[in-house]
Nanobody, 114 residues
Framework: QVQLLESGGGLVQAGGSLRLSCAAS????????MAWYRQAPGKQRELVAA???????SYADSVKGRFTISRDNARNTVYLQMNSLKFEDTAVYYC????????WGQGTQVTVSS
C-alpha cells in the first residue's frame, strides 16, 4: 500500500513563496515519476510539474521560471518550490506518484491573495 502525504500549503500574498512537500511511503518501485497537479474551483485538474527518478523535469508553461520541482530519492519525497506566486496559482495542489499504478495524495490548499 502506497501513501502520499502532502504538506506546505497555505495563504500567501501575491509575489510571495511557498514550498510544498510530498512524502511517499510503502512499496515503491525505484523507477517512477512524481508530479504535482493542481485544480482550481470550476476547472479541470492540470499538470504543474513532473520529475523522473533520474531527475528529468518538465513544467507547465504557466509556471516555468517561477516553480521548481525536485526530489530526494532516499526519502521518496518530492518538493515544489513556488516563487513569485500569482492569484491564478490559487488551487488545491495534488501530489502524484506513477509506477505501474498511479497514486494520489489528498491535496493541499494554496491560496494567493491579490
Amino acid at each position: 500500500q502506497v501513501q502520499l502525504l502532502e504538506s506546505g500549503g497555505g495563504l500567501v500574498q501575491a509575489g510571495g513563496s511557498l514550498r510544498l512537500s510530498c512524502a511517499a511511503s510503502g512499496s515503491i518501485f525505484s523507477i517512477n515519476v512524481m508530479a504535482w497537479y493542481r485544480q482550481a474551483p470550476g476547472k479541470q485538474r492540470e499538470l504543474v510539474a513532473a520529475i523522473t527518478s533520474g531527475g528529468s523535469t518538465s513544467y507547465a508553461d504557466s509556471v516555468k521560471g517561477r516553480f521548481t520541482i525536485s526530489r530526494d530519492n532516499a526519502r521518496n519525497t518530492v518538493y515544489l518550490q513556488m516563487n513569485s506566486l500569482k492569484f491564478e496559482d490559487t488551487a488545491v495542489y495534488y501530489c502524484k506518484l506513477s509506477t505501474i499504478w498511479d497514486y494520489w495524495g489528498q491535496g493541499t490548499q494554496v491560496t494567493v491573495s491579490s
